[in-house]
Nanobody, 114 residues
Framework: QVQLVESGGGLVQPGGSLRLSCAASGNIFEILVMAWFRQVPGKQRELVVR??????NYADSVKGRFTISRDNAKNTVYLHMNSLKPEDTAVYYC?????????WGQGTQVTVSS
């Protein structure tokens, strides 16, 4: 069973940047969707960005600040986060799906605070 392992979270000051990584432990074939979600305690998990085919959709709250990218050779998906705000504080989860199953990462904490 392929696992997704996230890294790159941490504490950053407002206006700072972080890059989250989501590494798959093996090949995931026929990927349909790649995405990043985030969740704050007591709230529903929120979609941050989703890639399906050639279409990428960002949440309005992160447009122009966050970028998703992918390194196929490393089986890794990245979330580049710039101009971070305190309201970006959350646990961030990566998600990949194909026709057979959904894969979730374990989550990585991002805290934006001075």
């Amino acid at each position: 069973q392929v696992q997704l392992v996230e890294s790159g979270g941490g504490l950053v000051q407002p206006g700072g940047s972080l890059r989250l990584s989501c590494a798959a432990s093996g090949n995931i074939f026929e990927i349909l969707v790649m995405a990043w979600f985030r969740q704050v305690p007591g709230k529903q998990r929120e979609l941050v960005v989703r890639v399906r085919g050639d279409t990428t959709n960002y949440a309005d709250s992160v447009k122009g600040r966050f970028t998703i990218s992918r390194d196929n050779a490393k089986n890794t998906v990245y979330l580049h986060m710039n101009s971070l705000k305190p309201e970006d504080t959350a646990v961030y989860y990566c998600y990949i799906s194909n026709s057979r199953t959904d894969y979730w990462g374990q989550g990585t904490q991002v805290t934006v605070s001075s």
